[in-house]
């Protein structure tokens, strides 16, 4: 895959895709939309998604992984354990040994986001957004939008995955 | 931002011109009338954001620099030696690119002008329309305004408020306050942090509106009271910074604590162009 407007294209091959966006979810920037937006307006859909997946990706209740198996375990440097009810996602740690320099505090988030994909259920169509496993600062995701009716919501999640991890990696 | 600068902006697009558009604020690349990268003092580069945290290693980034630099190809160099995907590559590129169009196109970032024929020596990665550059520049405006309308916030340095109970942070946050020590500039923090300045502008503007940061009212604004503790920071940044810090801050430093009176934030205002050129002399002076 070459690049963001391949990877949408491809998204939009999906039964039932009205439009899909590749969105910045700290800045609420689309870097690419192809079809339809709700409205019309791509803009005012890329600046809502990214404020919900913001919350889904920054909430405790849902990043947070208590009970799990912390993926870099011992990994985690002194001090970077998350004092209860902040908003650290106990997996959000840095790998150790970064090359960053000495503070810890300056190297990259996660590579897999706490939060994978977001669903909404609308009367009339599924939202897909989707999180690229990448260590972007700016954290970003694939936004699909459904019609209900004509969509495969199984299938749908899994070619989002494929399409995400495709655009990063190839 | 003026009037003049969108509509000099367009023109250049439909003659599909090629060049730089230069103010004090940041520059504007376009190649056949579209825009294909931008760079500002007040925000990291290219190399920083995709450098941050050894996501391209640096010596991989000088290789490509040495070897594509000069023909003004490096985007490419990095994709033919796949060093990481077009994808990838083109998320970083369009990131940074709004990053510094931001600053580039600020209201308040002095007269414009256009040197023809100019290239960025990053070379072409996904050309945008100039309209898609301007559009997106307002809306982080008003994006901005309404988190906490005070857009001094966007060039000042931030000062923590170590007081009472204040709400929980995100980790993003809380990398920002471990860094605002009254001195850093926002631009400053976001190029330590590897992140976009804007992002550090947005996680700025929210720890302001929660009560973690100053929001250090000027003296001049509006009938509220100074915030004593904002004035104290500025003027103790003049002397115990460090060192790259100090002499960038000399060289500018009599405006510093002295800054022009702007008016009230709630118009929406412009950041503080003196400190927009500290924050670029501090850069140059690390390099």
Redesign the interface.
């Known amino acids: 895959m070459s690049g963001i407007d391949e990877c949408l294209l491809e998204a939009m091959r999906l039964p039932g895709a009205r439009g899909a966006a590749l969105v910045e979810w700290v800045s609420g920037l689309a870097l690419g939309v192809v079809g339809e937006a709700p409205g019309g307006d791509h803009e005012a859909m890329a600046a809502e998604a990214a404020e919900f997946a913001r919350n889904a990706a920054e909430l405790p209740v849902f990043s947070r992984t208590e009970g799990a198996m912390d993926r870099t375990g011992a990994d985690e440097p002194e001090g970077r354990g998350a004092p209860s009810g902040t908003g650290e996602a106990n997996g959000a740690v840095d790998p150790a040994g970064s090359p960053a320099g000495t503070d810890h505090r300056i190297a990259p988030a996660d590579k897999e986001p706490p939060v994978e994909d977001v669903i909404v259920v609308a009367r009339t169509g599924y939202h897909l957004l989707r999180f690229l496993e990448a260590p972007y600062e700016g954290g970003v995701f694939l936004h699909l939008w459904l019609d209900r009716a004509q969509a495969n919501l199984a299938l749908s999640l899994m070619r989002m995955r494929d399409l995400s991890e495709r655009l990063v990696l190839e | 931002m003026t009037a003049q600068v969108p509509s000099m902006l367009v023109r250049l697009a439909e003659r599909r011109a090629t060049g730089a558009l230069l103010r004090d604020t940041g520059v504007l690349y376009l190649a056949d009338g579209a825009v294909v990268h931008a760079e500002s003092p007040a925000a990291p580069g290219i190399d920083v954001l995709l450098t941050?945290?050894?996501?391209l290693?640096p010596e991989l980034w000088r290789e490509a620099v040495d070897e594509a630099g000069a023909a003004c190809r490096i985007a490419g160099y990095l994709l033919d030696h796949r060093r990481m995907?077009?994808?990838?590559l083109?998320?970083?590129h369009?990131?940074a690119l709004?990053d510094a169009a931001y600053f580039a196109l600020a209201p308040d970032g002095g007269p414009s002008r256009f040197r023809h024929g100019a290239v960025h020596w990053f070379g072409r990665v996904?050309p945008v329309g100039v309209a898609d550059v301007v559009?997106?520049t307002r809306?982080?405006r008003r994006?901005l305004d309404d988190l906490w309308p005070h857009s001094h916030l966007d060039a000042a340095p931030p000062v923590r408020v170590r007081a009472a109970p204040l709400p929980?942070?995100?980790?993003?946050q809380?990398?920002v306050l471990?860094l605002a020590d009254g001195r850093r500039t926002p631009g400053q923090i976001a190029t330590?942090?590897?992140?976009?300045a804007?992002?550090t502008l947005?996680d700025i503007r929210r720890l302001a509106a929660a009560g973690h940061l100053e929001t250090g009212v000027r003296t001049s604004d509006r009938s509220t009271a100074t915030a004593p503790g904002t004035r104290t920071a500025t003027a103790a940044s003049a002397g115990s910074g460090p060192a790259a810090t100090t002499s960038a801050t000399a060289r500018t430093a009599p405006g510093a604590s002295l800054a022009p009176v702007l008016p009230p934030d709630l118009t929406g205002g412009a950041p503080d162009v003196a400190v927009l050129l500290r924050v670029r002399d501090a850069l140059e002076a690390r390099l």
């Open positions: 941050a945290g050894g996501r290693r995907s077009g994808g990838e083109e998320i970083r369009l990131s709004y996904r559009r997106e809306r982080r994006y929980p942070v995100t980790r993003r809380q990398d471990d330590r942090l590897g992140r976009p804007f992002h947005v």
